[in-house]
């Protein structure tokens, strides 16, 4: 079950990278998904080399501080693409944050000691996964829109 979502994450980043291979695509279209195939980078990163795992244990940085960084595209895709995110694809976006959102939120209360809860890391894992699942569907459908519009 632990790679399924790294999968999911590298399905889903074929979209923006097909979208990318259009030359005629819009200056601030092509800047879009750039960012979009950013966060595809990251969150391969942090899936495949847990990064916030590393991190703390060859350098004690706080899983916190680790995630803070991880989220700064997404803040940096939220503020700088208002008006390309303002489409009927990005309620998958938001869902794919959200779930995304409660396995960090997770891992962090369990790992600090805060909540004990059995199978905690299983639970991470569905949330992950229905992250990615959601991230997926929302990549596709960005696809199909900028594919027949050429436009956001």
Do not use: C
């Not at 097909?18 to 819009?26: D, F, I, P, R």
């Not at 969150?43 to 350098?59: A, E, S, T, V, Y």
């Not at 992950?128 to 459908?141: E, H, K, M």
């Amino acid at each position: 079950m632990e790679y399924i979502k790294v999968i999911i994450f590298l399905i889903a980043a074929i979209f923006p990278l097909l979208l990318l291979g259009n030359k005629y695509l819009m200056p601030i279209i092509s800047e879009f998904i750039k960012m979009i195939l950013l966060i595809h980078l990251v969150l391969l990163f942090i899936l495949i080399f847990k990064l916030h795992h590393l991190l703390r244990d060859l350098f004690n940085i706080p899983n916190t501080v680790t995630y803070l960084i991880s989220a700064i595209p997404f803040v940096i895709l939220i503020k700088k693409f208002k008006k390309q995110l303002n489409s009927g694809e990005s309620i998958y976006l938001i869902i794919s944050l959200f779930f995304l959102g409660l396995a960090v939120l997770l891992d962090l209360l369990t790992d600090g000691k805060i909540i004990t809860l059995e199978h905690s890391d299983s639970i991470e894992e569905y949330f992950r996964i229905a992250g990615a699942l959601f991230w997926l569907i929302y990549n596709y459908f960005l696809y199909r829109r900028i594919k027949v519009t050429n436009s956001l």
